[in-house]
C-alpha cells in the first residue's frame, strides 16, 4: 500500500505504516509544544479577551500580555501564566543532598546546593572522623579545616528549616561526608 507524504509515494507495510503514524504524532504534539515556548518580551496570545488574568511570568506592556521569563505558556480557565523550565530545587526534610563547602564559620560549615538559601551543617550534627560519640569541644571547632575546607563536596541529609527559611544539615551516618569521587568539573554544575 503506498501513502502520500508531501506529493511522495511511499510504499509501506503495515509495521511501517504505523511507525510512521505514531512518529507523524509525535512531530505534531512537538510542534504543539514548541509554539507554546517562550522568551522574554515574546507576546503571549490570548486572543483580546477582556477578563484575562496575567499571572507568574507575565507582564502588561502596551495592553499586550508579554513574557517576564522563558519557559513554557500556560492556561488555566482565564489564568494565563509561564511556567519556567529551569526551576530550582526545593530541599524537603529527609532529602539527601550533594553540597560544596563554600564557608567555614565558627561551629558550622555554610554549603551551596543551587537552592534559594545556602544549607548550614554544624559541627555538632556530624560524626567526627574518630568515630566517637561525644560532646565537641574547642579543638574539635579549631580542626574543622581538616574535616572539610572549602569547595570539598559532601553529601548531608536535610534535617529541618529554621523560622527564616534556612536549611540545617546532619551527616550523622557512615554514609554522609566528603565525597572524593566528584571531580572539580563536577563542583561546577552543582553551582549552576
Not at 565537641?136 to 572549602?150: C, K, Y
Not at 541529609?157 to 563536577?186: M, T, W
Amino acid at each position: 500500500m503506498s501513502t502520500m507524504l508531501r506529493e511522495l509515494r511511499l510504499s509501506l507495510n503495515q509495521t511501517q505504516r504505523v511507525r510512521l503514524q505514531s512518529a507523524l504524532q509525535r512531530l505534531q504534539d512537538m510542534a504543539s509544544l514548541a509554539s507554546a515556548v517562550t522568551v522574554v518580551a515574546d507576546t503571549v496570545p490570548v486572543n483580546h479577551e477582556d477578563s484575562i488574568l496575567k499571572g507568574h511570568g507575565t507582564s502588561d506592556l502596551n495592553g499586550e500580555v508579554v513574557a517576564a521569563l522563558c519557559g513554557v505558556v500556560e492556561r488555566v480557565n482565564k489564568l494565563v501564566y509561564v511556567r519556567s523550565q529551569r526551576a530550582r530545587y526545593k530541599p524537603e526534610v529527609g532529602d539527601i543532598i550533594v553540597g560544596r563547602v563554600i564557608e567555614i564559620a565558627p561551629k558550622r560549615w555554610r554549603l551551596e546546593i543551587n537552592f534559594s538559601q545556602d544549607a548550614v551543617l554544624m559541627l555538632s550534627s556530624m560524626n567526627l572522623p574518630d568515630g566517637i560519640q561525644r560532646r565537641r569541644t574547642a579543638v574539635d571547632e579549631l580542626n574543622m579545616r581538616s574535616i572539610f575546607e572549602e569547595n570539598d563536596v559532601i553529601c548531608a541529609e536535610v534535617r529541618g528549616f529554621q523560622h527564616d527559611g534556612s536549611l540545617h544539615l546532619q551527616a550523622r551516618s557512615q554514609k554522609y561526608g566528603k565525597e572524593d569521587v566528584f571531580s572539580h568539573q563536577c563542583v561546577g554544575l552543582l553551582s549552576s
